[in-house]
Every structure is written in structure tokens, then in C-alpha cells.
């Protein structure tokens, strides 16, 4: 469990919820708990998306992959521990500040984007996907994004948001989480395996349905840009000053190189 969790990595979703508790008003205290959650199934994510079963990577974050270390046995294993944790955490360690609703509210927002109506419905498309775009548009919604969705939601809902403030900050998440997803499909084919930390040219090797294939990549490019302006025009209603972090964020998923 902690040779994957502490591996390194962009700590995303972290700083995402984090982030949203604070434009919302509320101190990243209050979220602290349930940004890590967010890292662990994340994580787990990564561990069972690398088994041979699935993606069969070699690579994560420039080790090798959990299974490739310890085995799959214990890989499965470490995924599990990870995901069943994440749940204990944000019921444990949430400051008795934040109202039990609001802990229940945001702990079935990050099951929902776990279970079978998010990342593991993503990950059964991605297996029987036939490549068409909308498939594609599905897959990486479930996938990635949702995930990413919860994480800034939790943190809106824990920092005391009203209903208005979190669909507005769902909004932005669905459009970062899917840039996010773009934007790795453009790197898979530009970038190394050095420069990425894992396989480049993966999907193109395995003909895996990608943006830049379907768009071609300055479609793929384009369509990134489109994602950024919708993400930041979410934001228009908030304070600029706390909004600020999640403004510079999506310019950062835009541009990032790794």
C-alpha cells in the first residue's frame, strides 16, 4: 500500500478537494481527511488499472508497477486496503466541525464516483469498447474525471458550499477531469517513457481508442483549449482570489508536459 501511495505523482485530486474547501469559504482542515481518501482510491485505481488482467503496465510514476514488485496477489490485495481505508479516514478523522450530514453527503459523492455508476463503469466500457467516440467521451468521464469530480465536490460540501456553489463546482470538475484525459492521450504520443514516468505509446501500440486519434492532434488540441474555457468560466461566480488556485489549475492539466 505504501510503496504505490507514496510513490510520487501529481497528488491531483488532493489539491483539487483542497482547494474547492478553501474557495468555498471553508479552511482545508476540514477536507484534509478526505483529500488523502481521494490519493488512496486513486491509487488503488492505478494498482488493479496496471494488472495484467487489464492495462498489463510494467511502469507507474517511473517504478515498476505494484504487481511487477510485490505480485498480483498482493497487488489486488493492496488495491482493496486502499479503497476500504479511504472510507475509514474520512469517517474517522473529519473534524467534528463539519455537520455529520455533510460528512454522509460527501462520503456517498465519493462511493458514487467509485462504484458502478463511475470508475468501475468506465473501466467495463473501456474493456468492450469497439473505439467510437462516444465510448471514448463515456470511458474517461467514468474513468478519470469522475473521480476528479468527487474530489472538488467533497471539498466544496465539507467547506460548507451551498447547493449552487457545488454544481457550479461540479461543472468545472467534469470539464478539468476530462481535459485531464485529453490532455494524457496527447502526451502518450509526443512525450517518452522517461519524460512521462510510465509506457508512452501504449494506446497507440494496444490501437486504443484516444483523442488524438479520433481528433487527430491539433483536433485533440483544440478540443483541450475548449475544455479550459469552459472549466475556468465555472469559476465566474466566486471570489477571484480564493477561486484563484482552481483558475491556475486548469491552465496547469492544459499544459503540463509529464
Known amino acids: 500500500m505504501r510503496y504505490s501511495l507514496l510513490a510520487g505523482g501529481k497528488r491531483v485530486r488532493p489539491v483539487l478537494c483542497l482547494a474547492a474547501c478553501e474557495m468555498v469559504g471553508g479552511d482545508e482542515s476540514l477536507a484534509l481527511p478526505m ?38 496477489d498482493t497487488a489486488i490485495l493492496a488495491g482493496d486496503a486502499l479503497l476500504s481505508f479511504s472510507f475509514e479516514h474520512v469517517a474517522v478523522r473529519t473534524p467534528k466541525t463539519v455537520s455529520p450530514d455533510r460528512v454522509v453527503r460527501a462520503i456517498a459523492e465519493l462511493g458514487s464516483a467509485v462504484g458502478s455508476a463511475g470508475l468501475v463503469a468506465g473501466q467495463i466500457v473501456d474493456i468492450a469498447s469497439e473505439g467510437d467516440e462516444d465510448d471514448l467521451e463515456y470511458i474517461h468521464i467514468h474513468k478519470t474525471a469522475r473521480l476528479l469530480e468527487a474530489a472538488v465536490v467533497c471539498g466544496a ?26 490532455v494524457d492521450d496527447i502526451l502518450d504520443v ?7 514516468g510510465k509506457t508512452a505509446g501504449k494506446d497507440l501500440a494496444s490501437d486504443k481508442a484516444t483523442y488524438p486519434k479520433l481528433l487527430g492532434l491539433e483536433g485533440a488540441r483544440r478540443f483541450a483549449a475548449e475544455l479550459v474555457d469552459r472549466a475556468n468560466g465555472e469559476l465566474a461566480g466566486f471570489d477571484p482570489a480564493k477561486a484563484a488556485p482552481l483558475y491556475h489549475f486548469a491552465n496547469y492539466i492544459a499544459t503540463r508536459q509529464n
Open 35 to 72: 483529500a488523502c481518501a481521494t490519493e488512496m482510491i486513486h491509487t488503488m485505481s492505478l494498482i488493479h488499472d496496471d494488472l495484467p488482467c487489464m492495462d498489463n503496465d510494467d511502469l507507474r510514476r517511473g517504478l515498476p508497477t505494484n504487481h511487477k514488485k510485490y505480485g498480483e
Open 190 to 196: 509526443t512525450k517518452s517513457s522517461e519524460e512521462l
Open 157 to 182: 460540501i465539507l467547506g460548507g458550499a451551498d447547493d449552487e456553489s457545488v454544481e457550479r463546482a461540479r461543472r468545472y470538475s467534469r470539464c478539468v477531469g476530462l481535459l485531464f484525459q485529453v
